[in-house]
């Protein structure tokens, strides 16, 4: 099936779930403290396994009444049929007419999938065969420049998904990245980020990967020509190529080649076509980073890395397809977003890994929550009936520690936190001295990592009474500020360690948790027309920035005003 579906959003807000959460909410008194010293099974009935992944949901602010009503919500919305609508393929991007198949990318090649008459398997594992057969030219050097030397930088030009997935998967597996190969991103149009990506590179040996479905993203094209443009000075300042057309249009078919679907485009450029690597319109930029978007990191980590990646994140579709939902973790984890958002008043959500090699997951997540879930109408065009969205944030720890978490145990604001963690680090260092005091000699600095991931999930929890403070005797009139109040939301997520493979389970369990959310509040999580009119009122604008008097003319009276201001001092 692959039509539209003809039911209507369920307004949550009119269910019996909603209404019973709603007096839950009321009358809830958390207390984390009491509830595990009533109930001292219940870490174990509220931590789950899904795939390689321990997660602990027992410190979150829920009794059994609230879970079961979360629970119940999620069957009245219709969550399982809206699950297996988007894993078949029909059209639930509604305002784009379009399947949602993120899915499909990491589905075995013995599981086929026929959506809109086309082979989607087949179709996937067609051009993942092609990115496979040309990482492996990179990585053996087959792939040469102009002057026959292999290639020994990348640098990935795009934006949004084109640019977030890619750097923040390359981060997280930097360990699996082959010696000799080096990976930089391009995504700000402001020419400082071209510059300085390219300032000390070698052109000769320096390959460009341009990711733009359409081939025509204003910042990602911009920013290919300036790269294009320095390739050409280099080799001719370093007389690899002559300042010909035929040695410019050599240097770009050896230093250039896309992810794009615009063969045409892509052909314009200099490209080769036969060097373009597509995928489809059922996958959203924010869902692409194991599509051909990942190009750039199946070269770095290979495609045997690359394909553990997308087990992976199967591994976790899995999981959210079969589970039942009383342990499914994407729906339970899901379920809680939406009580502490609409429930809770909690306007924002912590991700704090606790994985220095996931330091932009957190800006990942932005991308994939944000622009899915910040919508206010539904996916029949009707306005929304309660607060969607929420804003996500993070730093790795204990960086974090250092910088917010005052806010996080103290503030007046409840901030629900998932807690990331990874038992087994990737580089298992010990203190040979230590500090003679806190840190012993020869201490597992790993685990001292972890023992403040422990700790803070605890101090959040539990939190520490005026009794507790005065028994360590601190002067009367200080008590009250160093009370921790305690009953602070937090998730527990602890994976052996940060393999290719628990990297993909990450990153498919927060896609799911995100469409649990937009189907409570019956919203189309696919599409993004949100970011649509500042694009498009900046090629408005940029006439009248370049000095254009009528364009200027054409401005609000402040933006007016602004342009002239930068004109002036730009002189």
Do not use: C
């Given at each position: 099936m692959t039509s539209v579906p003809a039911r209507l959003p369920v307004d949550a807000t009119t269910t019996t779930a909603w209404g019973s959460l709603t007096e839950l909410s009321k009358n809830l008194q958390p207390d984390l403290r009491g509830w595990f010293a009533k109930d001292p099974a219940r870490a174990g009935r509220m931590s789950h396994q899904a795939a390689d992944l321990h997660v602990d949901l027992s410190k979150n602010l829920l009794d059994d009444e609230v879970l079961a009503s979360l629970l119940a919500l999620a069957e009245e919305v219709g969550l399982a049929e809206r699950r297996d609508a988007m894993f078949a393929g029909e059209h639930i991007n509604v305002t784009e007419d379009r399947a949602v198949l993120h899915t499909a990318l990491r589905r075995p090649s013995d599981e086929p999938l026929t959506v809109d008459g086309q082979d989607v398997t087949a179709d996937v594992q067609d051009e993942l065969a092609k990115v496979y057969a040309f990482a492996e030219k990179v990585r053996s050097g087959e792939w040469t420049g102009v002057t026959g030397e292999p290639v020994r930088t990348i640098v990935n030009?795009?934006?949004?998904?084109?640019?977030?997935?890619?750097?923040?998967?390359?981060?997280?597996?930097?360990?699996?990245?082959?010696?000799?190969?080096?990976?930089?991103?391009?995504?700000?149009?402001?020419?400082?980020d071209v510059a300085q990506k390219t300032a000390d590179l070698d052109p000769t040996t320096t390959l460009f990967i341009v990711a733009s479905k359409t081939f025509g993203t204003l910042e990602t094209l911009t920013n290919a020509r300036l790269a294009r443009d320095w390739l050409w000075r280099s080799l001719v300042a370093a007389g690899a190529i002559e300042d010909s057309e035929e040695g410019r249009a050599d240097a770009v078919a050896k230093h250039f080649v896309a992810v794009s679907t615009a063969l045409d485009k892509v052909e314009a450029f200099g490209i080769d076509p036969e060097n373009a690597f597509g995928f489809w319109d059922w996958v959203g930029g924010r869902y692409s980073v194991d599509s051909a978007i990942g190009t750039s990191l199946a070269v770095a980590i290979g495609p045997d890395a690359f394909a553990e990646l997308l087990a992976g994140f199967h591994a976790m579709d899995e999981h959210f397809r079969t589970e039942p939902f009383e342990s499914n973790v994407p729906v339970l984890m899901g379920l809680l977003n939406v009580w502490y958002v609409n429930f809770r008043d909690a306007h924002t959500h912590a991700v704090l890994p606790y994985a220095q090699q996931l330091?932009?997951?957190?800006?990942?997540?932005?991308?994939?929550?944000?622009?899915?879930?910040g919508k206010s109408v539904r996916w029949d065009g009707t306005p929304v009936t309660s607060d969607t969205g929420e804003v996500f944030w993070g730093e790795p720890g204990t960086n974090g520690q250092h910088a917010f978490y005052q806010l996080i145990h103290q503030g007046t604001r409840v901030i629900p936190a998932d807690f990331i963690a990874v038992a087994n680090p990737a580089y298992p260092l010990t203190d040979a001295v230590g500090d003679g005091g806190a840190v012993a000699a020869g201490a597992d600095v790993h685990g001292l990592f972890l023992a403040n991931f422990f700790a803070q999930t605890k101090a959040l929890a539990f939190g520490k009474t005026a009794d507790e403070v005065r028994a360590e005797g601190v002067a009367e009139d200080l008590v009250s500020a160093k009370v921790f109040s305690g009953n602070r939301p937090t998730t527990s997520i602890l994976a052996p360690a940060l393999t290719p493979s628990v990297l993909g389970q990450l990153v498919a369990l927060y896609e799911h948790i995100t469409f649990v959310q937009g189907v409570v509040w019956g919203i189309d999580s696919f599409d993004q027309w949100g970011v649509e009119l500042g694009k498009k009122l900046a090629l408005e604008i940029a006439p009248a920035v370049a000095g254009d008097e009528a364009a200027l003319r054409a401005q609000d009276p402040s933006t007016a005003a602004l342009i002239a201001k930068y004109r002036e001092l730009r002189g």
């Amino acid at each position: 099936m692959t039509s539209v579906p003809a039911r209507l959003p369920v307004d949550a807000t009119t269910t019996t779930a909603w209404g019973s959460l709603t007096e839950l909410s009321k009358n809830l008194q958390p207390d984390l403290r009491g509830w595990f010293a009533k109930d001292p099974a219940r870490a174990g009935r509220m931590s789950h396994q899904a795939a390689d992944l321990h997660v602990d949901l027992s410190k979150n602010l829920l009794d059994d009444e609230v879970l079961a009503s979360l629970l119940a919500l999620a069957e009245e919305v219709g969550l399982a049929e809206r699950r297996d609508a988007m894993f078949a393929g029909e059209h639930i991007n509604v305002t784009e007419d379009r399947a949602v198949l993120h899915t499909a990318l990491r589905r075995p090649s013995d599981e086929p999938l026929t959506v809109d008459g086309q082979d989607v398997t087949a179709d996937v594992q067609d051009e993942l065969a092609k990115v496979y057969a040309f990482a492996e030219k990179v990585r053996s050097g087959e792939w040469t420049g102009v002057t026959g030397e292999p290639v020994r930088t990348i640098v990935n030009i795009g934006i949004g998904g084109s640019d977030l997935g890619p750097v923040m998967a390359y981060e997280a597996l930097e360990p699996y990245v082959q010696d000799g190969l080096e990976v930089r991103f391009v995504s700000n149009i402001d020419p400082t980020d071209v510059a300085q990506k390219t300032a000390d590179l070698d052109p000769t040996t320096t390959l460009f990967i341009v990711a733009s479905k359409t081939f025509g993203t204003l910042e990602t094209l911009t920013n290919a020509r300036l790269a294009r443009d320095w390739l050409w000075r280099s080799l001719v300042a370093a007389g690899a190529i002559e300042d010909s057309e035929e040695g410019r249009a050599d240097a770009v078919a050896k230093h250039f080649v896309a992810v794009s679907t615009a063969l045409d485009k892509v052909e314009a450029f200099g490209i080769d076509p036969e060097n373009a690597f597509g995928f489809w319109d059922w996958v959203g930029g924010r869902y692409s980073v194991d599509s051909a978007i990942g190009t750039s990191l199946a070269v770095a980590i290979g495609p045997d890395a690359f394909a553990e990646l997308l087990a992976g994140f199967h591994a976790m579709d899995e999981h959210f397809r079969t589970e039942p939902f009383e342990s499914n973790v994407p729906v339970l984890m899901g379920l809680l977003n939406v009580w502490y958002v609409n429930f809770r008043d909690a306007h924002t959500h912590a991700v704090l890994p606790y994985a220095q090699q996931l330091h932009r997951f957190p800006a990942y997540l932005q991308q994939l929550t944000m622009e899915s879930n910040g919508k206010s109408v539904r996916w029949d065009g009707t306005p929304v009936t309660s607060d969607t969205g929420e804003v996500f944030w993070g730093e790795p720890g204990t960086n974090g520690q250092h910088a917010f978490y005052q806010l996080i145990h103290q503030g007046t604001r409840v901030i629900p936190a998932d807690f990331i963690a990874v038992a087994n680090p990737a580089y298992p260092l010990t203190d040979a001295v230590g500090d003679g005091g806190a840190v012993a000699a020869g201490a597992d600095v790993h685990g001292l990592f972890l023992a403040n991931f422990f700790a803070q999930t605890k101090a959040l929890a539990f939190g520490k009474t005026a009794d507790e403070v005065r028994a360590e005797g601190v002067a009367e009139d200080l008590v009250s500020a160093k009370v921790f109040s305690g009953n602070r939301p937090t998730t527990s997520i602890l994976a052996p360690a940060l393999t290719p493979s628990v990297l993909g389970q990450l990153v498919a369990l927060y896609e799911h948790i995100t469409f649990v959310q937009g189907v409570v509040w019956g919203i189309d999580s696919f599409d993004q027309w949100g970011v649509e009119l500042g694009k498009k009122l900046a090629l408005e604008i940029a006439p009248a920035v370049a000095g254009d008097e009528a364009a200027l003319r054409a401005q609000d009276p402040s933006t007016a005003a602004l342009i002239a201001k930068y004109r002036e001092l730009r002189g």
